[in-house]
Structure formats: C-alpha cells, structure tokens
C-alpha cells in the first residue's frame, strides 16, 4: 500500500492545486508545501481517479520548494505538457513540450503545466485562480469563450481549452449533441498563435466519402473524370490556421489513414499526385461518440485517436449546468428579438420554472430554439409556460447499447398554445414492466414502483447500491439493468454521473 509521506511544511512555499478533469467532473484539489500525495484509482491515494486508465496506484506528486511528478510504473504512462514558459510556436512533438515521465524519475511542473494521467487530464496552478493571464479582447468572463459562462464547472473547462490552445497540441472536444462543441472549437483557435490566420470548419458527416477526400486533400488536373482543373484542399488553403473536423467518428476509415499522415508528417498528397506538399496546420477534433468504444468495434482507427486525443475537452450537458439555463435563455432571447427588430418580451417566473425542470437532451442548442420559438408566440409582451413548447425524449428502452451521447428526441402532440396531452397507456408500457418485475426477481434486486428516482434505503441499502448491484447482476448491461431498476437507461446513466460511477464497457 501507498503510504502518504510527508515533510516538515515550508510555508515560504505557495500553495497551489491541481485540478483534475474525469469524463463525469472536474475536482479541485490543494497542494500544501512539504507533502507528497498518490494519484491512482485505489482508495489508498489522496488524490484517487476512478478511471479505468488509471493505475491503482499511478503517480505520485511531491510539493516543496519546487513541485515534481513521479511516475509509479503505471500501465499507461505520465506525460506532461508544458504550460506558457515555453514558446507559444512550439510543435507538439517537440521533446521540450510535451515530456513522457519515466518511472521512478521525478519531473519539474510549474503551474500552467498540463499532466496527461492514463487518459485523464490534470492541470497545476496557484491556489484559487487560473495561471493563465486574461487574453486579449476576452469578455467578461476573461476566458474569451461564450457570452455565458456562469457554471464552475464550465469555466474549468474553458480554462483547461485556454491552456491546451497555447501550444500546437491536438485537441478532442467531447460531448453531447447540442453543448457548443464549435464554439470551444472557435475558442480554441482564438487563443492560439495562429489567430490571424484561417479557421476551417468540416462536418464529416454532412460530406458523401465521394466527395469528402477530394475537399479535404484537393486533387490534380485529369485525376479523375471531370477534374478540368487543379484544386487545392481545404487543409492546404488553411496552411498556418486551424482545422476543425466535427463529427470525426464519423469520417471513413480509408480517410482516416490519409488523415493520420498529415497529422504525423505535415504533408498532404492531393489525389493524382505524386509528390506530397508540406502544410503547417493545427487539428482540433470533436465527436458526440465515445471513440475508444469505436476503436474496439473496428470502425475508428485506434493509431488516429491517439494522435487527435493529445488533450480532452469533455464539455458538461445543459442538465449538469443548470445555473446557466437562465443567463443563456435570456441572452438567446435578446439575440433572437435584435435580429428579428422586435421588442424583447419579459421571461416570466412560470416559464423559468418549466425551463429549469426541463433536461435539455438537445442542450444549448434546443434551448435556443425553444427561446426564438417562444418569442413568436407571445403576444402580451411576456413569455408565459404555454408558450415554452418542449419535446418529450424517446423511452431509452427503444435506444440500443450503441447510444452513448446522442441526444435522441421526438416531436410532442403539442396544442398551438404550448399544452401537452396525457397519452394513455399502451400495452407495449405493460409488457416492460411486467418484464422489469421479472428481471428484478431473475437478478435479485428488489423492484421499485417509483424506479431509481424512488429508492431509499432497503434493509441499509443505498440508491447508489442497488444501481451497482443491478449492473453486478446483468453483467454491466446498462439496458437491461435499467429494466429490472424499472427506469429508463437514460435515468440510470444520469444516476451513473450522479455518483461518479464509472459507465460499464462491453466485454
């Protein structure tokens, strides 16, 4: 076991934190002079990550005079990533930028320092405030992210896209349909060095394969039927920008091994050429897929995930975030009335209340439409509860496994006037919980009328273990513990946020 080893404290020596950043959170925690603190997923450590990347006992970090990482021998590594001491142009591959912690070695970090931990991300800075000096031009929240930044979590967030945005390192934006995955993108860029210069943005998935390796590489005259002319890609015309591809799982396979060699070698070979042309380009992905899951099943390529992964951007949904839903609902508001040039109606207290109750599954996104909808409704000047019209999600029994962050919704029988009708019972409804009752009495947990959202203690048990125990029981199928818990899996996976639980993975 790990033991917590400690010095004699220095208080000339500043205190600092670090800040860690797991798929579910970011957590703060304060690094005291003279202490040496584990990082790892056992329970031993001061500063434990339950992620499946990370080691039992991982790395360990020791704060003096001066702050140093050590890698314990972990199965997936230590890299840090140097923060603003170093040049703001210096290549990611650049050994001075981006450092593999060998076991048993201690490395210097400052703060603005990045550590990659397995495949969580960890950032060092001075207690109670970013290391990160204001940018230039940023609003007021100081981050030149959204005009709405309210939610800690978020600012978290940006400031971690802040850091990553400094150095040319390949960035991946998580999240669900809908968070402002562009706008981080767009904040990313902004930051950067390379701000003067092109920012591309792709859709893969709005591109035929036909079509999509043609633009992205560009072609010679003659290469194919119809090619009169040459045509340089869009990577090419972005030389010195940046390049963001969304939706990156979503781009063909024999794309991606093309696109994997501008990544390791800067070049781009157009279609009929037979001389590659050097680009100087950097690469900010995003994806509402989770992409390690497409790599096991054979349709990401794991070298290229790897090499766009360099640091994670997990952008929280709406739901996780409620503080923001007013300022945002306010401010699209506005947006919407500006261009429309129409008096603002005021937000009344009734149809705040509907939109805070409300799980956004379409996020930032939906809540604009609903805001610019429930402008054109109002007649009296105030937007009442009748006219926010929101669309009920799909019952996750109808999702399959492969659903992970798809945000599936379906149209409401909705009155002009905003009000919903009771839909009866169907005898599909029956069926599934007479299912449920048969799988809780097959996997022995005890079932719930009110399903998860109901549960208190049974016989000492807690919520949170009667989710694990059902998981434990269906062998960590989330659909069909979530059946015999008599909820929807989308409940069960917001509860699996709610404790920190780690989301099963297939076997």
Request: proline share 5%; with cysteine; aromatic share 4%.
């Amino acid at each position: 076991m790990t033991q917590l080893l400690t010095h004699r404290p220095n208080t000339a020596v500043a205190s600092f934190e670090l800040v860690v950043y797991t798929r579910q959170q970011s957590r703060l925690y304060p690094l005291l002079g003279g202490t040496v603190l584990g990082i790892g997923r056992g329970t031993e450590n001061q500063i434990q990550i339950e992620d499946l990347s990370v080691s039992r006992n991982h790395a360990r970090i020791y704060v003096g005079e001066q702050i140093e990482i050590e890698d314990l021998g972990s199965a997936n590594g230590t890299t840090l990533v140097r923060g603003l001491r170093q040049k703001a142009d210096v290549d990611e591959t650049d050994a001075s930028s981006n450092v593999r912690v060998d076991a048993g070695r201690r490395v210097e970090m400052v703060p603005g320092d990045v550590l990659r931990v397995g495949g969580v991300i960890l950032v060092l800075q001075r207690k109670g405030r970013s290391s990160l000096p204001a940018p230039v031009g940023a609003g007021s929240n100081g981050l030149a992210g959204p005009a709405i930044l309210v939610d800690p979590e978020m600012r978290r967030v940006y400031d971690l896209a802040a850091r990553a945005a400094a150095s040319d390192i390949s960035v991946l934006i998580l999240g669900e349909t809908g968070v402002g995955k562009e706008v981080m993108a767009e904040t990313i860029h902004r930051r950067s060095p390379r701000a003067e210069h092109p920012f591309l943005r792709l859709n893969c998935a709005a591109l035929p394969e036909s079509l999509l390796e043609g633009e992205l590489f560009g072609h010679e005259r003659g290469a194919f039927t119809g090619a009169h002319a040459t045509k340089q890609g869009l990577i090419e015309s972005t030389d010195r920008g940046t390049v963001f591809l969304d939706e990156i799982g979503e781009l063909p396979l024999g794309t991606q091994a093309k696109l994997l060699r501008v990544l390791e070698e800067r070049t781009v070979m157009r279609l009929g050429a037979t001389k590659s042309r050097q680009v100087d380009v950097r690469f900010v992905t995003a994806t509402n897929r989770d992409l390690s899951r497409e790599v096991r099943a054979g349709r990401f390529r794991g070298d290229l995930y790897y090499r766009i992964s360099g640091i994670v951007v997990r952008i929280p949904p709406l739901r996780q975030r409620r503080a923001e839903i007013q300022p945002l609902a306010q401010h699209f508001l506005r947006q919407f009335c500006v261009r429309s040039h129409q008096p603002e109606p005021r937000l009344n207290t009734d149809a705040l209340e509907v939109l805070c109750a409300y799980d956004w599954p379409g996020n930032v996104r939906e809540l604009r439409n609903v805001m610019e909808r429930s402008a054109l409704l109002t007649t009296d000047g105030q937007i009442h509860r009748d006219h926010v019209m929101l669309e009920p999600a799909l019952t996750e029994y109808e999702l399959s496994d492969d659903d992970d962050f798809e945000a599936i919704t379906k149209v409401s029988n909705i009155g002009f006037g905003g009000r919903s009708r009771q839909v009866e019972s169907r005898p599909r409804d029956l069926v599934r919980s007479s299912e449920s009752r048969a799988l809780a009495s097959e996997s022995g947990v005890p079932p719930s009328e009110g399903g998860v959202s109901a549960i208190g203690n049974v016989d000492g048990e807690t919520e949170r273990d009667r989710i694990i125990r059902a998981l434990e029981a269906c062998g960590g199928n989330q659909t069909r513990a979530a059946k015999v818990l008599g909820v929807s899996r989308r409940t069960l996976i917001n509860r699996l946020e709610q404790f920190q639980l780690p989301r099963p993975k297939k076997g």
